[in-house]
């Protein structure tokens, strides 16, 4: 059973992987009407990433005998200048979303919360495959910069993503 101090933290992770989710369709709805198919198709991606995470989160509560409480989600960004700002945008986003995870699971260590330190584990691992895929990303754009070519290749690239559900439930 969730202590009612984990299960509000908890409750405000789903609500922060849901906005995330919105953000990232956002990204993908913008990509997609600045004609950049490979870029739109990452980011959607991204958001269907985002909302099996909120699931995950929704789920665990419910199996530890909480209750999920979903909350208006807040406004996000439409329009970003280029892709570069995006993916910093990207990153920027996935390095709080990383420090909302550790600030669980230190959470659940002062809670002795062991079942969810477990849970947690995954996501903390994710978050570190998010911003290194962000990352590299700004990299590569940063060294193709103005170059139309590298830009045309790198979606093209990025139009091959797929969509796979994590094992861990």
């Given at each position: 059973m969730l202590s009612k101090k984990m299960e509000e933290a908890l409750n405000a992770q789903i609500n922060a992987e849901m906005w995330s989710a919105y953000l990232y369709l956002?990204?993908?709805a913008d990509f997609a009407s600045s004609g950049k198919p490979g870029f739109a198709n990452w980011m959607?991606?991204?958001?269907?990433?985002?909302?099996?995470?909120?699931?995950?989160?929704?789920?665990?509560?419910i199996s530890r005998g909480g209750k999920p409480v979903l909350k208006p989600i807040e406004a996000v960004k439409t329009?970003?200048?280029?892709?570069l700002e995006a993916f910093e945008d990207t990153l920027h986003h996935e390095q709080k979303v990383t420090s909302l995870i550790n600030e669980l699971y230190a959470?659940?260590?002062?809670?002795?919360?062991?079942a969810t330190q477990s849970m947690?584990?995954?996501?903390i691992d994710e978050q570190v495959e998010?911003?290194?895929t962000a990352q590299g990303i700004i990299d590569a754009l940063?060294?193709?910069s103005d170059n139309g070519f590298g830009l045309y290749t790198l979606d093209k690239e990025l139009a091959a993503r797929v969509y796979t559900p994590s094992t861990q439930e």
């Open positions: 956002s990204m993908s959607n991606i991204q958001f269907q990433e985002e909302q099996e995470h909120a699931l995950k989160f929704l789920n665990y509560v329009s970003w200048s280029s892709p959470l659940a260590t002062e809670e002795k919360d062991y947690l584990k995954w996501f998010e911003e290194e940063r060294m193709i």
